[in-house]
């Protein structure tokens, strides 16, 4: 069986650490030659060496615009094309209303939501010229139900899903597809995984976190050809919190 991934140039930001360089690691192993862009420059260059040939590391500030042209100039010059961008950064930066500041909340909507948008237009036409290509933007369960405390985290996530419609629509006649994933709780940095987390384990139906990987596993169908008919929609993969209630 070939590889899920042979031929495919992917840009993957925020992947120097947890989901990202998990989806960078099984990327190359699926064929993929990937651009790893962060702002964490020394883990970044790390993943990248240990990867070899297939994998370059860019800094990648998701709210700069330029560094976005930068990184899918990378892709084109080192690998040939780009058919493949996934919007993975992000951060978690909560607090209830009345004490959050405007400061946080426009920090947090210029990562997480702002950050894919300025992705979505430095790689448009790339993307359009490597046809089929594929756009794969990671909101979060928090883009499906609410979570009190964490309210630009969640508006973000939200508007997150929102892009990923609009975006389909408009670029599924030029060959690309657009969707969006939405983890529950994994164990990476982000939550002080594995020893320090304090989030409740049992929020789901598996009564466990999940890992990297299970949703690395989501984000290659959909980055791959195998995923060719699915468009414009959201994909849960949380253990089932977002089921309802028991
Ligand atoms: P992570 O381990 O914290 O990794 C995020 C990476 O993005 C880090 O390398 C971080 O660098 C980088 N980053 C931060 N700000 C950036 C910027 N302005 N430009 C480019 N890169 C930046 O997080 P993760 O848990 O793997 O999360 C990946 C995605 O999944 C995020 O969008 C997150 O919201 C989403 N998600 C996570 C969970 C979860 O439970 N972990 C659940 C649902 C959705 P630094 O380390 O230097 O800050």
Not at 69 to 82: I, M, P, Y
Not at 191 to 216: F, I, S
Not at 237 to 244: F, N, P
Request: contains cysteine.
């Amino acid at each position: 069986m070939s590889a899920r991934l042979s031929g495919r140039v992917a840009l993957i930001s925020g992947a120097a650490s947890g989901m990202g360089a998990s989806h960078a690691r099984a990327f190359v192993a699926e064929g993929a030659s990937v651009v790893i862009g962060d702002i964490a420059d020394e883990a970044g260059a790390k993943l990248a060496a240990e990867l070899g040939d297939a994998a370059v590391f860019t800094h990648l500030d998701v709210t700069r615009g330029a560094d976005w042209d930068l990184a899918v100039a990378t892709a084109v010059e080192r690998f040939g094309k780009l058919d493949v961008l996934v919007n993975n950064a992000g951060i978690l930066d909560a607090g209830p209303i009345g004490t959050y500041t405007e400061k946080q909340w426009q920090h947090t909507l210029s990562i997480n939501l702002t950050g894919p948008f300025l992705g979505l237009t430095a790689a448009r036409d790339a993307l359009v010229s490597a046809r089929p290509s594929s756009v794969v933007n990671i909101s979060s369960a928090a883009g499906i139900q609410g979570v009190p405390g964490v309210h630009a985290y969640t508006a973000s996530k939200f508007g997150l899903r929102g892009l990923t419609k609009s975006a389909a629509l408009e670029l599924a006649p030029h060959g690309v597809r657009v969707n969006s994933v939405h983890p529950g709780g994994i164990l990476t940095p982000m939550l002080g995984a594995p020893e320090g987390t304090t989030l409740d384990r049992g929020a789901n139906t598996l009564k466990r976190l999940g890992l990297p990987e299970e949703v690395t596993s989501l984000v290659v169908y959909l980055a791959s050809t195998e995923s060719s008919y699915c468009n414009g929609a959201e994909y849960v993969v949380d253990g089932g919190m977002t089921a309802g209630r028991a």
